[in-house]
Antibody, heavy 119, light 107 residues
């Protein structure tokens, strides 16, 4: 079965960077885009961007350009998101998600990674 | 970006009631609208795809309708496990966007 296993919670300081991971299993990793989605405490969901693991091609929400960088490691079927120049507004749960075909509706979700930015 | 406006923000109901949740798009998105349920401390779960198409494993009491700019998620006879937050999401254009959610709470 399709599974997306995310890395653990991170406590980071303002101005630093963090890289979180999403390990995929149960399907051909290179055949489906992976999206990343942000959820601040008690807030709605925001789509950050998506990456095609086969080509490495990416698409970003303009709001997150310069903030998020999406990469993959095909050898380990793992997607990564690096967040830079962290501020308290980056404190959120970050989900990776896979669409059923393309990044249209999200059939499969990771468990989420809490990133806390605090001095 | 396409804005999705969900209403009401909170709905208080008694188990057994049948309800409708609304999602309105800022421009026409055909039927490229999907519904999710999110329980506390859990990842979202898709309930309905493309406005009205069912998802395997989702109870039949959940149904969706609409096209263009106005969409509805219906729950026929709310069960205790349905109390959670519901989000709509559009896939008509980039970036993908979500509504702010409707919280379904116990009256």
């Amino acid at each position: 079965q399709v599974q997306l296993q995310q890395s653990g919670a991170e406590l980071t300081k303002p101005g630093s960077s963090v890289k979180i991971s999403c390990k995929a299993s149960g399907y051909t990793f290179t055949s489906y885009d992976i999206s990343w989605i942000k959820q601040r405490p008690g807030q709605a969901l925001e789509w950050i961007g998506a990456i095609n693991p086969g080509s490495g091609g990416t698409g970003y929400n303009e709001k997150f350009k310069g903030k998020a960088t999406l990469t993959v490691d095909k050898s380990s079927s793992t997607a990564f998101m690096q967040l830079s120049s962290l501020t308290p507004e980056d404190t959120a749960v970050y989900y990776c998600a896979r669409g059923y075909y393309g990044p249209n509706w999200f059939a499969y979700w990771g468990q989420g990674t809490l990133v806390t930015v605090s001095s | 970006d396409i804005m999705l406006t969900q209403s009401p923000a909170t709905l208080s109901v008694t188990p057994g009631e049948s309800i409708s949740l609304s999602c309105r798009a800022s421009q026409s998105i055909s039927t490229n609208l999907h519904w999710y349920q999110q329980k506390p401390n859990e990842s979202p779960r898709v309930l309905i795809k493309y406005a009205s198409q069912t998802i395997s494993g989702i109870p039949s009491r959940f149904s969706g309708s609409g096209s263009g700019t106005d969409f509805t998620l219906n729950i026929n006879r709310v069960e205790p496990e349905d109390f959670s937050v519901y989000y709509c999401q559009q896939s008509n254009s980039w970036p993908r966007t979500f509504g702010a959610g409707t919280k379904l709470e116990l009256k």
